[in-house]
């Protein structure tokens, strides 16, 4: 406990402050009708420059400064000196969600946040408008002016937006701010904008800035609402029920209507699911608490779908199609079954956290199905929600796995719900603390907690195969031989990660076999119970208890296999780690029986379980992010394959995600993503990650398209110079090489072409997938 107390000792000496601003007797109201001339100024040219150039550094909860510009909203709301992302903090944060947590400018100035537009009539409005000064502090000092074209830029004049000082000056900071950070100008760290657009966004501003919402939705989109909010908001218990189950599983969805979007080039319209206070056709207002299952406060809780009101970053991207069919389905799985819901649960901090006691009424089989069928998205929720940047958050898994389920139609599940009735107070979380916990008084407990849910598991499971439960691959669930949710790839990048469906890239060192209460604790842990202004109590014991989760996925897999290979494949992933680390699971879960397989003996054991597990599932296995693809050009094929040679050193000095575009002269431009996955001796360490780090296990992986929303490196390169570039991304052996590397296929920050290769990007990323598109973020591009 040693290193947790030092932890807490540091945070005592952390001393901060708060600058009171100033708030205007009157603040300007910017917002037009998006029909009139300056709604269409600022809807048709202003907010797609904005998004091109802007956004790809401010959005999500990482934007510099809390300036968030992928809204209007965002934009009138202006910047803020505190940081959301702080493991260090004592006590939980003040809330500061876009769109939920203040709702005029006024308001936000109360909490703290400063304007980025001037909010003074004066003559010379461009004087009090900070965005104006910051992109002419950069036109002042381009990147062009003090390096060379693709040239490194000098560590005095740039360091990573993700590292440097929250350096956040408001407009009366701005001249001591310029003369002593002359070249930290707008976009930092990157090429200014064009000369046409700073002149457009410089005429937009001095017209006064106006803002503008989205145009009103036509007919077809509120027939959809509406049928949808009707479903959401039945007036029988089961079907409140219901409906709050719904909305804590996809609040952070992006929702889209399928049926309407099916041939559009792009999704014109997103929605989410919030609670509010009035019922459909009312205005809806907002129910604004920490968390989804938070008490609401109000008699009755209605669901209702709210159009999303800011530009689709890929970071934070969740699309989630709604359509009729889905809505058949809802209806099939949660109501065809007969139950009974006799009364509503209450929203004690306790009772809500736990969705084994909070939903006990709803059949496990209807709970699991429900996340199992968008499996996907259900993972992904952890990825891109709340805890979208962050090593601590993410140091919990490996770079690169994969991820089976436990087959839902199991004989031996049939008991599940009275077991799961016995186990619920085994099975509740750190999140029931809230977001000021205290993680020397409560980590033994869950850790209790956990080593008897898995004694009791481990019992059952023991005694269902010692009669009729053979324990083979018929516990993996097959997709019902349609659905690709059934098998998974993650990709971590250090502080951020992806997950794509397949199984994708070279057999990886750890397989996760998830079960029901694995699915529901990931989600009730990470994504509904997760706050990311929570205080380090929070925040640790969150990550701790994910250990928990990983650790009894893998347990399960490793049931799959011989006795004998379960302790050696155990003890080569956790080489290193503590004893007591491994006692979190494997101390207290043992399986006496053996798989009903025979393993050969002129094969490792996990390989040839990933055979038989990649002919089972066969036909649902995607084959998208697979280099064979029939959407790989055979010469690409062929050269990017040996790109999977690369290990271990050579691996080590490459990014851990980079986009390579491949020009075509045929206009048939490609992107691949090429992924390091670096290896570790074991995953259990908190804050010693680097010391576990295993460089000459490294490898590398490449796959067709573009996956993961935070890019460190950019190449392109010419059809013809593939070969070459291959070539000597292989033959890498230190720094040198991979800056020349860098130098000829590279697209630095400093490269003169930076804006048009990203724009090219873009519209690529965007005709690939109109569903998954979304805004890249360059906060992590490398200076290399």
Not at 134 to 153: D, F, G, R, S
Not at 336 to 362: D, G, Q
Not at 431 to 454: C, G, H, K, P, V
Request: glycine residues 4%.
């Amino acid at each position: 406990m040693s290193k947790y107390v030092s932890l807490f000792i540091c945070c005592l000496l952390i001393a901060c402050h708060t600058d009171q601003q100033s708030i205007p007797d009157s603040i300007p109201n910017r917002y037009v009708a998006p029909e009139s001339d300056h709604g269409q100024l600022y809807r048709k040219q202003v907010q797609p420059i904005l998004e091109k150039r802007c956004v790809v550094c401010h959005g999500c909860y990482d934007a510099p400064c809390q300036l968030n510009l992928a809204s209007a909203q965002g934009i009138n709301r202006g910047a803020n000196t505190q940081a959301i992302y702080n493991g260090m903090r004592l006590t939980a944060d003040p809330l500061t969600r876009l769109f939920e947590d203040a709702h005029t400018v006024g308001e936000w100035r109360e909490k703290g946040f400063f304007p980025v537009l001037s909010e003074q009539a004066t003559k010379s409005p461009l004087q009090r408008d900070l965005i104006y000064q910051m992109l002419a502090l950069k036109k002042q000092n381009p990147i062009n002016k003090i390096v060379e074209h693709n040239e490194i830029i000098p560590d005095e004049l740039f360091a990573s937006p993700l590292n440097q000082e929250n350096t956040c000056p408001d407009i009366d900071q701005f001249e001591s701010y310029a003369e002593s950070h002359p070249h930290r100008g707008m976009p930092y760290g990157l090429p200014d904008i064009a000369p046409s657009e700073f002149n457009l966004l410089k005429h937009w501003l001095t017209s006064g800035a106006p803002l503008a919402d989205f145009s009103e939705l036509s007919a077809v989109y509120h027939l959809q609402i509406d049928a949808w909010e009707e479903f959401l908001n039945g007036n029988s218990t089961k079907q409140r029920l219901i409906a709050r189950y719904i909305y804590e599983h996809l609040f952070l969805g992006h929702l889209y209507f399928e049926d309407l979007e099916r041939n559009n080039s792009e999704i014109q319209a997103h929605f989410k699911i919030v609670r509010s206070a009035t019922p459909p056709g009312q205005a809806i207002r907002i129910i604004s608490t920490r968390r989804p299952y938070d008490d609401p406060q109000v008699d009755k809780v209605y669901y209702r779908l709210q159009r999303i009101k800011s530009s689709i970053v890929a970071k934070k991207h969740l699309p989630y199609a709604l359509s009729s069919k889905r809505l058949q389905r809802f209806k099939t799985l949660f109501f065809e079954t007969s139950y009974v819901v006799k009364t509503l649960p209450e929203y004690t901090p306790e009772l809500a956290s736990n969705p084994f006691k909070t939903y006990v009424e709803i059949p496990v089989a209807i709970r699991y199905r429900f996340m199992l069928e968008h499996a996907k998205f259900t993972i992904n929720g952890f990825i891109k929600g709340a805890v979208c940047r962050g090593q601590v958050a993410l140091n919990v898994i490996n770079d690169h796995f994969w991820v089976f389920f436990i087959d839902p139609d199991l004989e031996v599940l049939v008991d599940i719900d009275q077991f799961l009735i016995e186990q619920s107070g085994q099975l509740k979380l750190p999140s029931e603390q809230q977001s000021n916990a205290n993680i020397l008084s409560y980590w033994t407990e869950y850790s209790t907690l956990q080593a008897s849910y898995l004694k009791e598991k481990s019992t059952r499971l023991n005694t269902l195969l010692k009669g009729n439960a053979g324990l083979n691959l018929d516990w993996v669930w097959d997709g019902d031989g349609h659905n690709q949710n059934a098998a998974l790839t993650v990709f971590r990048h250090f502080d951020s990660a992806t997950v794509v469906e397949g199984l994708v890239g070279q057999p990886p060192k750890t397989v996760w076999l998830i079960d029901y209460t694995i699915l529901e604790r990931i989600h009730y842990l990470l994504v509904a119970g997760f706050d990311v202004y929570g205080n380090i109590g929070h925040q640790l014991l969150t990550r701790l208890y994910m250990d928990f989760l990983r650790m009894e996925s893998e347990f399960n897999f490793l049931a799959l296999l011989p006795s004998e290979t379960r302790t050696a494949l155990r003890e080569h992933w956790y080489r290193g780690a503590d004893d007591k680390v491994k006692d979190y699971v494997y101390g207290h879960a043992h399986l006496n029986a053996e798989p009903e397989m025979t393993y050969p003996d002129d094969m490792p054991a996990k390989d040839y379980l990933y055979k038989k597990l990649q002919r089972k599932l066969s036909d649902v296995l995607s084959e998208r992010y697979r280099l064979e693809s029939d959407s790989v050009p055979a010469q690409h094929q062929q050269l990017l394959k040996k790109l999977h040679a690369i290990q271990g050193e050579s691996a080590s000095l490459l990014p851990e995600m980079s986009l390579l575009m491949v020009l075509d002269n045929n206009r048939k431009d490609k992107v691949y993503t090429l992924l390091r996955n670096s290896a570790h001796a074991h995953i259990s360490s908190l804050l010693l990650e680097q010391t576990n780090r295993l460089p000459e296990e490294d490898y590398v992986t490449v796959i067709p398209g573009i996956a993961g929303a935070y890019p460190d490196a950019l190449w392109q390169v010419d059809s013809e110079s593939l070969d070459d570039f291959v070539t000597k991304l292989t033959n890498l052996k230190n720094e040198s090489d991979y800056s020349q590397l860098m130098h000829r296929f590279g697209i630095r920050r400093s490269h003169n072409e930076f804006w048009q290769y990203s724009d090219h990007l873009h519209q690529i990323a965007q005709q690939l997938d109109p569903v998954e598109y979304g805004v890249l973020d360059y906060n992590r591009i490398e200076n290399r």
